[in-house]
């Protein structure tokens, strides 16, 4: 599931990556404040437009501070790889997928992108 603030468009193709917990490794909230702070200043210097999401377990008990991205798939792998996470969400034409970064795994077809989005308000 994914938490937003705004819909989402059906037209566009993005990332959704997070810094937070590399390599599946759960950190303290303030570590990864701090995680976080430094990919959204990375992704200010690199001009690429982004927006908040939470990624999250389906019973919400889980929840990872994240950004759709709006980058080429092979960039948001390469950014994944630089803020040590396993793997990427792409979003194209509806479709999620799982991509691995630092996992050597195959992507991975999950299903439709928008039943899985919840919108905080709009």
């Given at each position: 599931m994914?938490?937003?603030?705004?819909?989402?468009?059906?037209?566009?193709?993005?990332?959704?990556?997070?810094?937070?917990?590399?390599?599946?490794?759960?950190?303290?909230?303030?570590?990864?404040?701090?995680?976080?702070?430094?990919?959204?200043?990375?992704?200010?210097q690199l001009n690429l437009p982004y927006r908040a999401i939470i990624g999250c377990s389906p019973d919400l008990s889980f929840q990872e501070k994240s950004?759709?991205?709006?980058?080429?798939?092979?960039?948001?792998?390469?950014?994944?790889?630089?803020?040590?996470?396993?793997?990427?969400?792409?979003?194209?034409?509806?479709k999620l997928f799982l991509v691995p970064a630092l996992l050597q795994h195959q992507e991975e077809y999950l299903g439709a992108f928008y039943p899985r989005q919840i919108v905080l308000a709009e």
């Open positions: 994914f938490l937003c603030h705004q819909r989402l468009g059906q037209d566009i193709s993005f990332a959704i990556i997070s810094a937070q917990n590399p390599a599946g490794d759960l950190h303290h909230p303030s570590q990864n404040l701090l995680l976080d702070k430094h990919f959204s200043d990375f992704l200010d950004w759709a991205v709006l980058c080429e798939k092979s960039k948001a792998v390469d950014l994944a790889i630089r803020f040590k996470q396993n793997a990427i969400y792409w979003v194209e034409a509806g």
